[in-house]
């Protein structure tokens, strides 16, 4: 499978998915206390981490969107 996240994209995610997982695993904030949206950010937040790390993202696939340089 070919990269299609590039380096400040791949930062984003990394970032987004980090604070969604602290969110909901540490904060005291009520909006994370229902489980729907405790559990929501959690998959989010994995999904993000995971799309950083493999610099793959399925939904760029789908809409040929590439955010990465051409590699050789």
């Known amino acids: ?19 969604l ?5 540490f904060s005291n904030i009520t909006l994370f206390e229902s489980g729907l949206m405790k559990w929501g950010a959690i998959i989010v937040g994995l999904v993000m981490l995971a799309t950083s790390a493999m ?3 399925p939904l760029y696939l789908i809409f040929g969107i590439k955010t990465c340089r051409s590699s050789k």
């Open 1 to 19: 499978m070919s990269k299609n996240v590039g380096g400040l994209d791949r930062g984003l995610r990394a970032l987004i998915g980090v604070v």
């Open 21 to 25: 997982l602290g969110l909901a695993l």
């Open 55 to 57: 610099r793959v993202c």
